[in-house]
């Protein structure tokens, strides 16, 4: 995730890159504003979230137009295509493809027509977990996919397939067949709508402009167009804003469940979740890793950006110093100018570079925010080793991933989670460093300033709130294949298949987990 606030740390290998969020969803209902320059600076502000796709659909009453693109916002937008897209309200969209391969057909918002002779466009934050099911209902309905292989694509075609229902009230008939996490911006030529999961496991914030209304993924997206925080879109609430104002409906009972991995690492510094500044609750997790993981060093260092406040709330509930002892170079991110073989040798040198003069002689504890696979970690130690570290301790400010998300950030698979096959001491080997420690679930949790029940930590223990299908039909290309697996499992009601790639028995529950979306590989590769 190394674009938009410089978080390079996981992202060595562009190839298999560290976790990922599902995107940045941003909508704009203001007659008289120039909202595509609007969305445009919301999706520059969420562009964490997603970088290999954006797009913004707008209306001017008469029409909607979409213009997207493969590639980072400021890629893919320049002034004359701003100027060109007028209107009273906006949908934008930076994508990350955690359902659907990364093609230009998956890019969003996705649009369609409706049979009165409408349009729909829509944008996603999240990934649904029945969507073989809903599209098999799509196909025995005669409903055509037009060649989009996303979940997002499929949802903008269910709602846009009621010619007897206005959009509003398809959305309330479509939105509680979904299963899943899903924060939804989407639109008509005359309305703005915003949509929630009933368990909010992906952020969604309202805010109001002077001469209008904004919705977005995070509050720092409202902090950039100059938009006051109004709210949370509560979970499980369907809101719509036309030229008649906003008004609210409930289409499922509110169950919260946020992702608590929006604390860790997802969400920017800046931004709001339930109330709890991230930078704050980051510095929090720090002083508790202090507590639960003191040892004796000589300096605290982050492991830039995503370790920074972890690593100041370590240092200032340790005593120990905090000081910089590696440098990042900004301008190396996740683009589609992919590195060659020579630059991919340099690995992290690339992207982070000790200071020397900082580090020699010294015993150091060392604060990221996550280990995925360790490579990274392993990295980092050996540089700092190779630069004079006497001792070099890694301290962890989330506890080990080891288990899958399915609900919109794209981990690796189990088997390339470290955690899933070593206990602490086998990983602190594998990285070679001193000591390791991560923060407890509960220190994490505490941070939070939320109760556990209102929290989704599965990637942490494995408990998933929203009930994953049985067998095999989950993943990120999971419509790619949609016909042959839907095939083979006519009869077997979702028994798992051995040859799918992934396949993982040992979950806890009663449905076996497959590949997390965007890891289908895994299990394949050298």
Known sequence: MPRGDGRLSHDLDPQRPG???????????????????????????????????????????????????????????????LASLRGHLAIGHARYST?????????????????????????????????????????????????ATSDTALVTMLLASRPDLSVEAAALEVLP????????????????????????????????LERGWVVASETAALDIVGASVVREVEPGELIAIDE??????????????????????????????AGRNIHAARVQIGRQLAKEHPVDADLVIPVPESGTPAAIGYA?????????????????????????????????????????????????????DSIVRGNTQRAIVRMLREAGALEVHVRISSPP?????FY?????????????????????????????????????????EQPKTRLCRACFDGEYPIDLPAGNLIGKHVLEGVDKRVGADSGSAGAPHD????????????????????????????
């Open 316 to 368: 200032e509930g340790s005593g120990i110093t905090y000081g910089a002892g590696l440098m990042k170079n900004p301008y190396v991110g996740r683009t589609f100018i992919q590195p060659s073989q020579t630059l991919r040798q340099l690995g992290i040198r690339l992207k982070l570079n000790p200071l020397r003069e900082n580090v020699r002689g010294k015993r150091l504890v060392v604060v990221d």
């Open 401 to 405: 991933v080891s288990w899958p998300c």
């Open 177 to 208: 067949t979904l299963r899943g996490a899903f924060s939804f911006v989407f639109m008509d030529e005359t309305t703005l709508y915003a949509a929630r999961d009933a368990h909010g496991v992906r952020p969604l914030v309202l805010g109001r």
């Open 408 to 448: 919109g950030i794209d981990f690796a698979t189990r088997a390339e989670l470290l955690a899933n096959g070593l206990d602490v001491e086998g990983i602190r080997r594998s990285i070679g460093a001193d000591t390791l420690g991560y923060v407890s679930l509960a220190g994490l949790v505490a941070a939070t």
């Open 244 to 273: 008649h104002g906003l008004r609210s409906a409930r289409f499922a009972a509110p169950e919260p469940k946020g992702c608590l991995f929006e604390y860790v690492y997802i969400a920017r510094p800046d931004t709001t979740i």
């Open 99 to 147: 359902t659907g391969g990364s093609t230009w057909e998956n890019a969003q918002p996705t649009i369609r027509a409706t049979p009165a002779g409408t349009t729909i466009a829509l944008a996603h934050n999240g990934n649904l977990v029945n969507t073989a099911q809903l599209a098999r209902e799509a196909t025995s309905r005669g409903l055509n996919s037009d060649g």
């Open 499 to 526: 040859h799918e790639a992934g396949a993982d028995r040992s979950a806890p529950g009663a449905h076996p987990l497959v590949a997390s979306p965007g890891g289908g590989d895994a299990l394949h590769r050298p």
């Open 19 to 81: 976790p990922q969020d599902a995107c940045g969803v941003f909508g704009v209902w203001a007659p008289g504003e120039e909202v595509a320059k609007l969305t445009y600076f919301g999706l520059y502000a969420l562009q964490h979230r997603g970088q290999e796709a954006a797009g913004i659909a707008v209306s001017d009453g008469s029409g909607v137009v979409v213009y997207k693109d493969l590639g980072l916002v400021a890629q893919v937008f320049d002034e004359p295509t």
